[in-house]
């Protein structure tokens, strides 16, 4: 069964390549959802995927998906919220 987590990751995550390699580690996980910047400089990213794939994406995304980033802390939400097939990047 599907869920669907919404996070906000804090730390050096932007300008550091995080979005993209959280879009190649969501494809290699078969996550489906999206990952965004926030004007404060926080990453958000709505997750969905069976519990394993999940926990496997939320514990690489706490580590930071590139090496030039550095996550200080997440929130995380579990959520009803509805995602495409597939991971994108929203602007």
């Known amino acids: 069964m599907k869920k669907t987590v919404d996070i906000i990751v804090i730390g050096r995550v ?4 995080f979005r993209y390699a959280t ?7 078969e996550v489906d959802g999206y990952v965004e910047n926030l004007p404060d400089g926080s990453v958000h990213i ?3 995927a069976n519990d394993n794939q999940l926990n496997q ?3 690489s995304v706490k580590a ?3 090496p030039y980033g550095k996550v200080t802390s997440t929130k995380i939400h579990y959520t009803t919220s509805n995602v495409n097939k597939g991971f994108d990047v929203k602007y």
């Open 46 to 48: 709505v997750a969905s």
């Open 23 to 29: 879009i190649r580690l969501a494809d290699s996980l």
């Open 64 to 66: 930071s998906p590139t």
């Open 57 to 59: 994406f939320i514990n």
């Open 14 to 17: 932007q300008g550091v390549g």
